[in-house]
Antibody, heavy 122, light 106 residues
Framework: QAQLVESGGGVVQPGRSLSLSCAASGFTFSRHGMHWVRQAPGKGLEWVAVISYDGSNKYYADSVKGRFTISRDKSGNTLDLQMNSLRVEDTAVYYC???????????????WGQGTLVTVSS | IVMTQSPATLSVSPGERATLSCRASQSVSSNLAWYHQKPGQAPRLLIYGASTRATGIPASFSGSGSGTEFTLTISSLQSEDFAVYYCQQYNNWPLTFGQGTKVEIK
């Protein structure tokens, strides 16, 4: 059974940085594209970023492009999201999720972590 | 691509049928997924490829459509099905979600 566990959330001032991690287990991490999706309090889902199974391809939402960086560590089975120049509007629960189909960058996301809350506030 | 879901809220009695709609601002072929989310929980994948049920999803859930018009049908609502439902297109970057349909107990 696949499992994803996010960590690294917290309270941070606008303009500062924060790094999130997602520990993966129960599946062959190196075969799956991985996504970050966020959800502002009381709002809907917003896609943030994706990285391919081998790390060679990355895409970002326009709202975070140039500020956030997605990466993955094959040996440690971890997915990371480096968030710089944080804004109040980045406040959200951040979820990591895996693509259901092996090798694919896009597709249904079949396993999600429990989420980690990032609050950007002065 | 803008995904528009309707209605915003659907009031249904247990055992009744629910039909949710999702419209894309341009064609997404069959690259569409449906999720539901209960309060305090992560979303759960229900349907991908517009009509393929994800692992463990009961046959009471069915998806249809292609191009710009999609439908999720729940044939007989159970108590655990009352939740917020989202559609998501993965045909084009950036991936986009609909705003959600809340299915509540009538």
């Amino acid at each position: 059974q696949a499992q994803l566990v996010e960590s690294g959330g917290g309270v941070v001032q606008p303009g500062r940085s924060l790094s999130l991690s997602c520990a993966a287990s129960g599946f062959t991490f190196s075969r799956h594209g991985m996504h970050w999706v966020r959800q502002a309090p009381g709002k809907g889902l917003e896609w943030v970023a994706v990285i391919s199974y081998d790390g060679s391809n990355k895409y970002y939402a326009d709202s975070v492009k140039g500020r956030f960086t997605i990466s993955r560590d094959k040996s440690g089975n971890t997915l990371d999201l480096q968030m710089n120049s944080l804004r109040v509007e980045d406040t959200a629960v951040y979820y990591c999720a895996k693509v259901a189909v092996e090798w694919e960058l896009r597709g249904g996301l079949d396993y999600w972590g429990q989420g980690t809350l990032v609050t950007v506030s002065s | 691509i803008v995904m528009t879901q309707s209605p915003a809220t659907l009031s249904v009695s247990p055992g009744e049928r629910a039909t949710l709609s999702c419209r894309a601002s341009q064609s997404v072929s069959s690259n569409l997924a449906w999720y539901h989310q209960k309060p305090g929980q992560a979303p759960r994948l229900l349907i991908y490829g517009a009509s393929t049920r994800a692992t463990g999803i009961p046959a009471s859930f069915s998806g249809s459509g292609s191009g710009t018009e999609f439908t999720l049908t729940i044939s007989s609502l159970q108590s655990e099905d009352f939740a917020v439902y989202y559609c998501q297109q993965y045909n084009n970057w950036p991936l986009t979600f609909g705003q959600g349909t809340k299915v509540e107990i009538k």
